[in-house]
């Protein structure tokens, strides 16, 4: 008998967490524990925002012009103070935080999407195509983002499709470039080569088996570009070229208590501050979710949930 012995097959790619080891870990970052907290109700105001204080939101009282804050003569609407037409803030913000939250998921959806499968036939095809496609991406980074969509918004009408189709164009080569590079070395790994000697048809590699493993370092992008389309469109929107009256968002009403810094900060200030506290929670969910979906590092997280625990 020959003492030659087959080879071990390679290891599987290792398995993602589970959700409740996701949640231990999780628990261990506070920091990332409170940003998912703050998001959660960003997102409940997003939704339910305007269907409970849609009306408030609207209403003008010319008695409560500039009203300053933390003061509760007019009821408890008017806690964060009263716009130039006497429109409470809180519900203005919380209002807002629907298409404000509308246009930089709509923009990060569509841009990961058509970026994703862009970089997977760019990163598994023949050469020409991948050519066509990385030449498709150069052309759209030649142009600066915030540039090309003042552009195309000064010759379209602002709107919400608008501004989402714009901005998810300018974020569409982030996607297809990471994903491309991943793919180019994730095909080359051995399950990858295993799974073409075993015949699997084009379709199943891609879906079944490259793009799992790249999926999580797409989705820590997604999660950090969020935070980078909702302060551009924060941007067009102080700008006057976003979203118009009678719609609103944190950025066109930073852009309209602009005139009112020396008289009446608070007018800017707290959609200025709703701003700076969902992105930095997003930068927080972001690197816990780098650490975490990396089968590397991901032993630092679950120690700290099992002393914690």
Same mark, same amino acid.
Do not use: C, H, K
């Given at each position: 008998?020959?003492?030659?012995?087959?080879?071990a097959p390679a290891a599987p790619n290792p398995a993602p967490p589970a959700k409740s080891s996701l949640l231990r870990m999780l628990w261990a970052d506070k920091f990332a524990t409170a940003a998912v907290v703050f998001l959660g109700i960003v997102v409940l105001c997003a939704i339910f925002g305007p269907l409970v204080l849609g009306d408030a939101a609207g209403a003008q009282n010319?008695?409560?012009?500039?009203?300053?804050?933390?003061?509760?003569?007019?009821?408890?609407?008017y806690i964060l103070g009263g716009d130039a037409l006497g429109r409470p803030l809180l519900p203005r913000i919380v209002v807002a935080a629907q298409n404000t939250i509308a246009i930089a998921a709509g923009a990060v959806a569509?841009?990961?999407?058509?970026g994703a499968a862009l970089g997977l036939i760019a990163g598994y095809s023949r050469r020409i195509w991948s050519e066509v496609i990385m030449?498709?991406?150069?052309?759209?980074m030649s142009f600066p983002s915030l540039l090309l969509a003042v552009i195309v918004l000064y010759v379209l009408a602002p709107s919400v499709l608008n501004l989402v189709l714009?901005?998810?164009i300018t974020r569409i080569p982030i996607y297809l470039r990471t994903t491309r590079a991943e793919v180019l070395e994730v095909r080359e790994r051995m399950f990858v080569q295993a799974a073409q000697v075993l015949g699997a048809s084009t379709f199943r590699i891609v879906f079944r088996h490259i793009l799992p493993v790249i999926l999580p370092t797409? !989705?820590?992008?997604?999660? /950090?570009? *969020?935070?980078?389309?909702? !302060?551009?469109?924060?941007? /067009?929107? *102080?700008?006057?070229?976003?979203?118009?009256p009678p719609e609103i968002t944190w950025g066109l009403m930073v852009s309209q208590g602009r005139q009112y810094l020396t008289s009446a900060w608070w007018l800017a200030f707290w959609p200025g501050l709703a701003i700076i506290l969902t992105t930095m929670s997003l930068n927080l969910l972001s690197s816990w979710m780098r650490i975490a979906l990396d089968p590397t590092q991901r032993w630092r997280l679950e120690l700290g949930g099992r002393v914690n625990g």
């Open positions: 008998m020959s003492d030659i012995t087959a080879p010319l008695r409560a012009r500039n009203a300053p804050p933390f003061s509760l003569e007019r009821g408890w609407l569509a841009s990961f999407v058509i030449r498709l991406a150069d052309v759209i714009v901005l998810a797409l !989705l820590t992008i997604a999660t /950090l570009d *969020f935070a980078f389309v909702m !302060l551009a469109e924060s941007a /067009l929107s *102080f700008l006057g070229i976003g979203i118009q």
